[in-house]
């Protein structure tokens, strides 16, 4: 079938996962999303793809990640090693990267709490190379849960006397709800919706976003897949996944929709590239799209877009974002 028809829909993946191999993971689907090649996910693939994206500067796709480093003072501690880094010198020295993290004092400030997502830690890891002992403090730390990203070859920040912990999914949510200035959990989504709501949804720029890409999907293979308008609804069969072959509503979308996809095709046969012959592709287009933030940013999104002035497909996507967030008893 060259032309299908299908509804919106939301996944929701969850809080971002503290285990590497599951990170990875993750980061990985999202990006074979973009290109729709997740057929070429193995058990043992995810590593090589994110080492890829990230040798290769493609950072964006690795915000789909969260790590929460929790720091306390070794009570065992030695006069002959330095002293432990404090949150007073990790705020100093994040002090033009504070949009990237999060960072909470506890345990009376003894301890201190930190967040960011593996771009936001490499970018900031390359950012303190200069600041040899913080460098090599957040170093030491990631390397130790995350050494796939974050190789220490050195070996020369042993003697800091801090100790970092990772903090758990469930211990993050538990934080969240006992406070929510505890911001820290990461929330992932993944909505199929058109193109038209895609860029309302990318509006919510405090969200990290990986979607599929028109310029490398070639739909001349793929076919066309469409978002079912409202109004015919009542004109599709959900089992089947078709649209009613009588109804003359439903017959004058498919008409248009094959019109187009034939446009399509021939730029394809006459030579032009995927990235141009799209051009011709309706806002209409299904697009997958993975959404990850923070409950702060889900919250402002859910305010917004679960309006009745709102799109009705946007607003669809929020009232099923709601519903997760109720579920974990977070109510907006």
Excluded at 2 to 29: H, I, M, T, W
Excluded at 116 to 143: C, P, Y
Aim: glycine share 6%; hydrophobic share 40%; with cysteine.
């Amino acid at each position: 079938m060259s032309v299908q028809f299908v509804k919106n829909s939301v996944s929701p993946y969850g809080l971002a996962p503290c285990e590497e191999d599951r990170a990875l993971g993750l980061v990985e689907l999202c990006g074979r999303t973009a290109y729709k090649s997740e057929e070429k996910i193995t058990e043992d693939s995810a590593k090589k793809f994110v080492l890829m994206l990230k040798s290769q500067g493609h950072l964006s796709v690795l915000e789909h990640s969260n790590i929460v480093l929790k720091v306390e003072k070794d009570t065992a501690l030695h006069p002959d090693r330095p002293a432990p880094v404090t949150f007073a010198e990790i705020l100093d020295a994040l002090s033009d990267r504070l949009a990237f993290h999060r960072l909470f004092p506890v345990n009376s400030g003894s301890g201190f709490l930190m967040t960011g997502n593996f771009r936001a830690w490499v970018e900031t890891l390359d950012r303190l190379k200069r600041m040899e002992r913080i460098h090599g403090f957040l170093l030491q730390s990631l390397n130790r849960f995350f050494p796939a990203l974050f190789p220490d070859g050195r070996g020369q920040t042993a003697a800091i006397q801090s100790r970092a912990s990772l903090l758990g999914e469930e211990e993050q949510l538990e934080l969240l709800k006992t406070d929510p200035s505890l911001d820290l959990p990461v929330f992932v989504f993944k909505f199929v919706c058109d193109r038209g709501i895609t860029h309302e949804v990318v509006r919510h720029r405090v969200f990290s976003f990986t979607q599929e890409s028109t310029r490398y999907v070639n739909y001349g293979s793929k076919g066309m897949v469409l978002i079912l308008p409202e109004e015919l609804y009542n004109s599709y069969d959900d089992e089947k996944g078709e649209l009613s072959p009588v109804d003359p509503m439903a017959v004058e979308w498919r008409k248009r929709a094959e019109v187009l996809f034939h446009w399509y095709m021939e730029d394809l046969q006459r030579g032009l590239r995927p990235e141009i012959a799209r051009d011709i592709l309706p806002n209409l287009l299904k697009s997958e799209i993975f959404v990850s933030g923070r409950w702060s940013g889900w919250k402002h999104f859910i305010l917004l877009r679960d309006s009745s002035k709102a799109h009705p497909r946007i607003r669809f996507l929020a009232k099923e974002v709601r519903k997760y967030f109720a579920g974990l008893g977070l109510e907006c």
